[in-house]
């Protein structure tokens, strides 16, 4: 059998432009090029910990 491993959707919904650097380093850490932009992320503590961090600028569905 196939592990399957926990999935998290998450999307860029609000603009980092006028907040800190380390904000601006998390949304591109976590992939996000373009607002409105949805990812496919592993649901890992490093990745909740990241989207924590951004949490006022994404939105998270959870699969």
Not at 23 to 32: V, Y
Not at 39 to 54: N, Q
């Given at each position: 059998m196939a592990t399957q491993t926990k999935t998290v959707r998450v999307t860029y919904r609000k603009s980092a432009i006028g907040y800190k650097k380390?904000?601006?380093?998390?949304?591109?850490?976590?992939?996000?090029?373009?607002?409105g932009e949805t990812?496919?992320?592993?649901?890992?503590?490093?990745?909740?910990?990241?989207?924590?961090?951004?949490?006022?600028?994404?939105?998270v569905e959870e699969n």
């Open positions: 380390d904000q601006k380093a998390t949304i591109a850490a976590l992939g996000f090029k373009r607002l990812r496919e992320l592993a649901d890992t503590p490093a990745i909740r910990g990241m989207i924590r961090k951004v949490a006022h600028l994404v939105v």
